[in-house]
């Protein structure tokens, strides 16, 4: 009776061992590949699964979006500028049997393309095209690892420039350029008063021939402002021709009051 006894406990325990190994959990985010013998029977949903144990394999596949940073690379630009260059790539698995059965380490092979795609990528830009156009890069880069992951069950969502380091020597050059070009739309907008201020001028000095009275009012008018420091001695030059004009006139009405 006890020999009994021992046997059902041991198959009791041996089906409680074989229940445990045979039972999965699939998480609402991923999917399980199933291999059987080590031929691929199918996909599992997230949820409670059962499996064969020692003849049956579930690898589980995570279907979220991945964010793998893209380390610095020293990269020349095509103006043979050298400059360090860091990114982001985001990525998620969109067949869970590719990415198990095509490929060794997804991860791994991903890092290692985004890396060389990014050489090769910035590598055809110049330095200006780098700083300026770093939009139409990410998605050349997206595009280029996309075309290559897709083969993989991968899709890549994402890549971005993360950090553009350049030589001191550039960036001298660089803060004198821009402060000559500074300098340059100074000199321009400079140059366009003066233009402005001297059609102004010409206008009035029309006005004033027209008008002789003008220039009269304007000579009163520079002497009150110039008349505010009242400890100055102002010399202050009147027309020569008027004068000329008046005198003429004073010395012929004398003239005729003397006849």
Known sequence: MSAVIGVVAALAVVALLGL???????????????????RVIGVREPGLRFIIPVVDVL???????VTMPIQSQGIITRDNVSVDVSAVAYFRVT???KAVVAIEDVHTAINQIAQ?????????HTLDETLSETDRINVSIREFL??????WGVEVTLVELKDIQLPDSMKRAMARQAEAEREKRAKIINAEGESLAAAALGDASDVMM????ALQLRNLQTLIELGVDKNTTIVFPAPLMSTVAELGAFLARESA???
């Open 146 to 151: 996309d075309g290559v992951t897709s083969g």
């Open 59 to 65: 690898h589980r596949v995570s279907f979220r979006i």
């Open 95 to 97: 067949d869970a049997v």
């Open 257 to 259: 009051a003397a006849e």
């Open 20 to 38: 445990v190994l045979s039972v999965r959990v699939v998480k609402q985010y991923e999917q399980g590949v199933l291999f059987r013998l080590g």
């Open 210 to 213: 027209q008008h002789p009275l």
């Open 116 to 124: 060389t795609t990014l050489r090769k990528v910035v590598g055809q």
